[in-house]
């Protein structure tokens, strides 16, 4: 089926999340289509976590609808999601030190091609072999962690996990992504290098990536379109040049200092 750009990637419509009498999510709608990254900022508590939950399917909206690539995925449960080729990285870090980083990036395409059938990839052939240790491979050189490649996941420090958990989730192969806090941990250096990263996936690739990141300024320098939420309600969308200058959002993080330093050096 050929989508029109409208249609590619994901799109949230009017999507609401209620917890009892809470609403976490508040009539959210947003577009992050393919080879585009599109950044989803607001200041702790604002709903990002729960909306990438509702988006994955570990929790149900309670109204709205979520769409991949032109149909509605709001009903199905996460390893369909998933096998429809939305992937996604969590702020807490789920690596196997039992396995080598190699092996821990081997994983994101092996259960992918299992699917909902773990036992699937014990009875794959060769050639199927092949095609993870090429993914897992380039997975890993582009994600600058090759020499790891044979260290245990516990030995690394958290940055070096953080790239190794991004390297997991490109060698699945999934065309959209939604990253949930993934510079936090890295240093100066791997925070570049990541953003390099996300730019080769986005640019070269193809790949549609959604991000909630608390780094403004790695947001800033990377992001083509930005969505800002405040207590689970919208409050402001544009590229990075217009979220920087927007009232609204200096009012949404107004004493937060290194969101307002990295505000004010993109719109300066």
Known sequence: M??????????LKDLVVRFGGLVAVDTVSL??????????????GAGKTTTFNAITGLNRPTSGHVRLNGQDISKLPPQARAQRG????????????????????????EAGMAGSNPLRFLRCGAAERRQVRTAATEAMELSGITALADRRPADLS???????????VIASGFGMLLLDEPSSGLDKAETHRFGETLRTLVDERGVGILCVEHDMALVMRVCD????????????????????????VKSAYLGSEAVEEALAGRSA
């Open 225 to 248: 379109y930005i969505y800002v939420l405040d207590f689970g309600k919208p409050i402001f969308n544009g590229t990075a040049s217009q979220v920087a200058g927007s009232p609204i």
């Open 158 to 168: 958290t940055g070096q996990r953080r790239l190794v958990e991004l390297a997991r």
């Open 86 to 109: 939305l992937g996604r990285t969590f702020q807490r870090m789920e690596l196997f030190d039992s396995l080598t980083v190699r092996e821990n990036v081997a994983l994101g395409r």
């Open 31 to 44: 577009h992050a289509p393919a080879a585009r990254l599109t950044g989803l900022i607001g200041p702790n």
């Open 2 to 11: 050929l989508l029109t750009p409208a249609e590619s990637g994901l799109q």
